[in-house]
Nanobody, 124 residues
Framework: QVQLVESGGGLVQAGGSLRLSCAAS????????MAWFRQAPGKEREYVAG????????YYTDSVKGRFTISRDNTKNTVYLQMNSLKPEDTAVYYC?????????????????WGQGTQVTVSS
């Protein structure tokens, strides 16, 4: 089992920045890809960004390319999401996710473990 705990959410004005963190514990953290998803009220969960085990390969959904950066530090068992130039449409609950297998490509949205989520609210 892997336990994931997100932090860093909050309220920010449009154009501002936030950095989300996800601390992992339990089974080997560095085994598989890590990711950030988000879900806004009334909408389906969206795969925002992913990073492979070695941090050599990343994935971003089109709407965040050039604004968000995913990174990971396997020595600290932590994955990050730096969010810049935030927009009101980025408002959502952001979830950290992890998987054990290295079988899937980073853009594959299938993950095994999930955090409890952290709220990000961007005001206009």
């Amino acid at each position: 089992q892997v336990q994931l705990v997100e932090s860093g959410g909050g309220l920010v004005q449009a154009g501002g920045s936030l950095r989300l963190s996800c601390a992992a514990s339990g089974r080997t953290f560095s085994r598989g890809a890590m990711a950030w998803f988000r879900q806004a009220p009334g909408k389906e969960r969206e795969y925002v960004a992913g990073i492979n085990w070695s941090a050599a390969i990343t994935y971003y959904t089109d709407s965040v390319k050039g604004r968000f950066t995913i990174s990971r530090d396997n020595t600290k068992n932590t994955v990050y999401l730096q969010m810049n130039s935030l927009k009101p449409e980025d408002t959502a609950v952001y979830y950290c996710a992890a998987r054990e297998s290295r079988q899937y490509r980073v853009q594959d949205p299938r993950y095994d473990y999930w955090g409890q989520g952290t709220q990000v609210t961007v005001s206009s």
